[in-house]
Nanobody, 119 residues
Framework: QVQLVESGGGLVQAGGSLRLSCAAS????????MGWYRQAPGKQREVVAG???????NYGDSVKGRFTISRDNAKNTVHLQMNSLKPEDTAVYYC?????????????WGQGTQVTVSS
C-alpha cells in the first residue's frame, strides 16, 4: 500500500516562509506528475503547484512568484517552498501524486497539513 505523508505546516506571520514536504512510502516504482493542492474553509480544493516527471512546473495564479515546487525522485519526496506568505494562503495543503506500483498506476492523496498565516 502506498502512503503520502505531508509535513512542515504550521503558523507563520504574513511575509514569512514555510517549506512543506511530502514523503511517499510503499511498493513504488516511480512517479508521474506530483503536486500540491489546498482547501480553505468554505472553499473548493484548488491547485497550488504541479511538477511533471520531467521537472516541468506549473503554478496557480495566486502563488506564482512566491511558491516553488520541487521533487526528489531518489527520496520519493516532493516539496513546496512558500515565501511571502499572505493570510489568504491559509488552508489545509494536500500532496498528490500519480504513483507507479507493481500492480497499477494510481492517484494518491496525503492526509493534509494545516498552514495558517496571521496578519
Amino acid at each position: 500500500q502506498v502512503q503520502l505523508v505531508e509535513s512542515g505546516g504550521g503558523l507563520v506571520q504574513a511575509g514569512g516562509s514555510l517549506r512543506l514536504s511530502c514523503a511517499a512510502s510503499g511498493s513504488i516504482f516511480g512517479f508521474n506528475a506530483m503536486g500540491w493542492y489546498r482547501q480553505a474553509p468554505g472553499k473548493q480544493r484548488e491547485v497550488v503547484a504541479g511538477i511533471s516527471s520531467g521537472g516541468s512546473t506549473n503554478y496557480g495564479d495566486s502563488v506564482k512568484g512566491r511558491f516553488t515546487i520541487s521533487r526528489d525522485n531518489a527520496k520519493n519526496t516532493v516539496h513546496l517552498q512558500m515565501n511571502s506568505l499572505k493570510p489568504e494562503d491559509t488552508a489545509v495543503y494536500y500532496c498528490n501524486a500519480e504513483v507507479l506500483t507493481p500492480w497499477d498506476t494510481r492517484n494518491y492523496w496525503g492526509q493534509g497539513t494545516q498552514v495558517t498565516v496571521s496578519s
